[in-house]
């Protein structure tokens, strides 16, 4: 252990043990950073070998992020460049920027320490981590997802992951010029999202689902009743009629958990005219497709998957997941009468995030669902180390295409065949 850290955690152990946590918690930072600036000082005085100033005030904000921050993870925590915090143990911090992924030099003076600070955060939101349950997910005040894994069931120390939450609002303007997708391809999803189109936007994690939802979600007019739901509160809607729905899981008892299905449920019974689900992992699918099928058009979803394909094939699986006992092709002719566009969007290996496919489920040929892919990124021969390239390519429209129906509906059909012209290759 260096002597600054092992200064830090001899401060560290006799500041904690005298302090009183209910007068904290009465305390702004400034008031905090003055008492515990009194009580490093009178330790320095006093301690075997010189206490630097520089090194004091080190040691002040150290013990005052750790007090009512997230210790020696706060400076990631403020740093807006930074999209994701990973933790593998006592020395092993990691970030994301850019999107790729680095070492911190940070690192927690103890086991010990690591563990408090993770049973902190997990106390701040009502719930806790211990040996007995040595996992949990939960939303910080900030809006930053978090999860929690404790030993025995993290082999190598405990391990914390954090989504920090991105106040700025990205929308499809932005993405166009970060090179997610071509202007026509934001047009014809501006377009999908204004003439009330079910959209599933599909992909791995980190790929960017939830930004592309949220920017979506700006083209919804703000006359609609809108539900949100989620496990972890994401979504930032603009309307001004918005209900947001969220999890609960199950208390120490193991009892007064709410799902996500249950919630869906819920939504049908509270008018709402569009219902956007985070994230759809389970038999709440079934009651998600109910919907899209009985008036509530024009609502959305993400899911993981690898390809459009991929997607229907999963939402398969999880209408499966609700014990139903449905025929096979019931449940695609539901998923095809429910779903007509799904978003591919991928992070690929420089890090950037782009939408590799607008696709549009079109019907079903036997039992087979029929896809029409309207946009696809076609990567160049020759690529860059450390650089993707390549283009967006328009199939164009199809005869079948429900997206043409609804535009001309909405007296959208001529700005949809302008976005298509543009997009198509001379």
Sequence with gaps: MST??????DFRTRIFEVLDASAISGMDRQQLTGQIEGAVGVLANNYPSPVPAVMRAGLVKNLVDELVGLGPLQ???????????????????????????????????NDQQLVEIAQRIASRVGRRVDESSPMVDARLDDGSRVNIVLKPIAL??????????????????????YGTLSEPMARVLMIAAR?????????????????????????????????????????????????????RAPSVENTGAITQRSLVINALRMRPDRIILGECRGPEAFEMLQAMNTGHDGSMSTLHANSPRDALARIESMVMMANLNLPLTAIRRTIVSAVHLIVQ???????????????????????????????????????????ISGEFVSSGLMQRSVLMKQASYYGLQEELMEAFHSGVPA
Excluded: W
Excluded at 4 to 9: D, G, N, Q, V
Excluded at 83 to 106: A, K, P, Q, Y
Excluded at 211 to 239: G, V
Excluded at 369 to 387: I, Y
């Design 345 to 387: 969007v991928s992070r690929m290996r420089d890090g950037s995030r782009k939408i590799t496919s607008i696709s549009e489920v079109v019907g079903l040929e036997g039992d087979n669902a029929v896809m029409e892919e309207l946009f696809q990124f076609h990567s160049d021969e020759h690529q860059a180390k450390d650089k």
């Design 4 to 9: 600054s850290k092992a200064i830090y955690a």
């Design 156 to 177: 190598d120390g405990t391990t914390i992951s954090i989504r920090k939450f991105r106040e700025q609002k990205i929308g499809l303007e932005d993405m166009v010029k």
């Design 75 to 109: 400076p990631l925590m403020e740093d807006d460049s930074i999209t994701d915090i990973m933790v593998n143990g006592v020395n092993d911090i990691f970030f994301e920027r850019g999107g790729r992924l680095h070492r911190s030099e940070l690192s927690f003076v």
């Design 195 to 247: 003439c009330r189109l079910n959209v599933v936007i599909s992909g791995g994690t980190g790929s960017g689902k939830t930004t592309l939802l949220n920017a979506l979600s700006q083209y919804i007019a703000e006359d609609e009743r809108i539900l949100t739901i989620e496990d972890a509160a994401e979504l930032r809607m603009m309307q001004p009629h918005v209900v947001r729905l969220e999890t």
